[in-house]
């Protein structure tokens, strides 16, 4: 068990409406990361934090932003949320000087 | 922009065959390369690990092999069981995008009884 809860799991909301996600962790690892997954694409990067209020972009930030103003919360929010959002959402945290990364279970939301 | 590119897309063998599944990938200045297991609908967990340094890791049935001068991984799966029937997914990791992992988009493995 990698210590990391998504909230919620589940969640159709309506187009134009915001959303925020939310990733916890138990530890207080450095690294969290937020990427979705799609058919046809595989997972790719939205958005990363390498500590407090340090976050920086990934591949597919166009529409998201992101906060981290506790180590052990990573929050990612659709501000105006739109169908091709429409995704499964998975947090992942970097506990150690490996490079490995744990996952958590995925939020799958689903813009009408 | 490294790719990282998985063959086949799927396979579906009988119990009790050894398997390879393919991971290839552009830039050979990787850090680590990370194996996935996938089931439907859940997350991904962990695998393998391979350091750059490294040629190869073993778990149990699991072989996962490094080449990167020629871009390449392996990851051979032993006397195979409906119960690793899944998707496999292979993940490079880069120095840039905050140490994140590049993934392939999977390998779907069906082993039938």
């Known amino acids: 068990d990698a210590g990391i809860t998504q909230s919620p799991r589940h969640k159709v909301t309506e187009t134009g409406t915001p959303v925020t996600l939310r990733c916890h962790q138990t530890e207080n690892h450095r690294y969290m990361y937020w990427y979705r997954q799609d058919p046809g694409h595989g997972l790719r990067l939205i958005h990363y934090s390498y500590g407090v209020k340090d976050t920086d972009k990934g591949e597919v930030s166009d529409g998201y932003s992101v906060s981290r103003s506790k180590t052990e919360d990573f929050l990612l929010t659709l501000e105006s949320a739109t169908s091709s959002q429409t995704s499964v959402y998975f947090c992942?945290?970097?506990?150690?000087?490996?490079?490995?990364?744990?996952f958590g279970e995925g939020s799958r939301l689903t813009v009408l | 922009k490294q790719e990282v590119t998985q063959i086949p897309a799927a396979l579906s063998v009988p119990e009790g065959e050894n398997l390879v599944l393919n991971c290839s990938f552009t830039?050979?200045?990787?850090?680590?390369l990370q194996w996935f297991r996938q089931d439907p609908g859940k997350g991904l967990t962990s695998l393998l690990l391979?350091?750059?340094?490294?040629r190869e890791q073993t778990s149990g049935r699991l072989n996962a092999s490094l080449d990167k001068s020629s871009g390449r991984s392996t990851l051979y799966i032993a006397a195979s069981q409906p119960g690793d029937s899944a998707t496999y997914l292979c993940?490079?990791?880069?120095?840039?995008?905050?140490?994140?992992?590049?993934f392939g988009k999977g390998t779907s493995l069906l082993v039938t009884p």
């Open positions: 391979i350091q750059s340094s490294q």
């Open positions: 830039d050979s200045a990787i850090y680590n």
């Open positions: 993940a490079v990791f880069n120095s840039n995008s905050g140490y994140a992992l590049n």
């Open positions: 992942a945290i970097r506990p150690g000087s490996t490079g490995e990364l744990f």
